[in-house]
């Protein structure tokens, strides 16, 4: 999601912040604001004007969790698995994680290398810090989730977009993507 000037110039004035002042790294003065809830907010006023509106700014599922997944949570606090756990995850669940591609796609992986992360928006920000080198690409795609120029930006490397248009069924291109792909790709988010 590209912004237009005057909104990131309204969002900085929220934040109190100058993107001119020194001590904002240049990385930090690269990243865009992340405008979702701003958006979301306006879609709720459009639904109160009784606008039918299809939520897709937050990322959150329009669905609620299925039961077994609240008895499990509830389950756990009450058993009071409620502190903090190894950097990486359980090592238990890295091994059921591991388990499953092995039943579901027979695939063979190692639980000590699986990386259980409290959602996807963490996971991606250790994965560029992984990847990147300055000026490295991330082939995403547009439309995309409004952070993922940012995961990017912030370790110097550059977001390349490719297309998923609504006319397709926002199916991606294989070809298209391979176009873009260089020496410089480090990854393509699918």
Known sequence: MRLIPERTARANERLNM??????????????????????????????????????????????????????????????GHTHYTHSLGRYDLREEIASYYKRRYEVNIDPGRVL???GTSGALVLLMALLLEPGDEILLPNPGYACYDNFVL?????????????????????????????????????
């Open 154 to 190: 912030t370790f110097h490397g550059k977001p390349t977009g490719y297309e998923v248009p609504a006319s397709t069924g926002f199916r991606y291109d294989p070809e298209l993507i391979g176009k873009l792909v260089n020496k410089r790709s480090k990854g393509i988010l699918i």
């Open 18 to 79: 100058n993107p001119d002042d020194p001590r904002i790294s240049t990385s930090a003065r690269q990243v865009q604001p992340f405008l979702a809830m701003e958006i979301f907010e306006r879609s709720q006023e459009l639904e109160r004007q009784g606008i039918n509106v299809v939520h897709l700014e937050v990322g959150e599922p329009d669905f609620s969790v299925p039961a077994c997944v609240d008895r499990a949570i509830s389950k756990a606090v009450e058993g």
């Open 116 to 118: 259980v992360t409290g």
